[in-house]
């Protein structure tokens, strides 16, 4: 099982980017993916969900109505989609699960190295 994020870089406050989380070693749309951040000095956050058959979707409040999470399953990849970026978005992101369909920010174990993100102008 391995997970690969990549598509952080530096974007102004007000910009988008779309990370992704290509994921090899299982079937990726059978099984709920998470993004997850950490900013400095802070502790890692869940920020979003995918659950695993239905796609459900599940955001933290602040990035409610900004971020998109979504999935391809022909390109065994996940998607999160980040507009309206603010500094407080700043922060190293990664994918992860547990190979559980249904989603739950505890108990990840398996995590894919993280991507940074940085907003600023």
């Known amino acids: 099982v391995q997970l690969q994020a990549s598509g952080g870089g530096l974007v102004q406050p007000g910009g988008s980017l779309r990370l992704s989380c290509a994921a090899s070693g299982f079937p990726l749309d059978y099984y709920a993916i998470g993004w997850f951040r950490q900013a400095p000095g802070k502790e890692r956050e869940g920020v979003t969900c995918?659950?695993?058959?239905?796609?459900?979707?599940y955001y933290v409040n602040s990035v409610k109505g900004r971020f998109t999470i979504s999935r391809d399953n022909a390109k065994n990849t996940v998607y999160l989609q980040m507009t309206s970026l603010d500094p407080e978005d700043t922060a190293v992101y990664y994918c992860a699960t547990k190979l559980s369909r249904r989603c739950n920010y505890q108990g990840m174990n398996y995590w894919g190295k993280g991507t940074q993100v940085t907003v600023s102008s």
């Open positions: 995918i659950s695993g058959s239905d796609s459900r979707t």
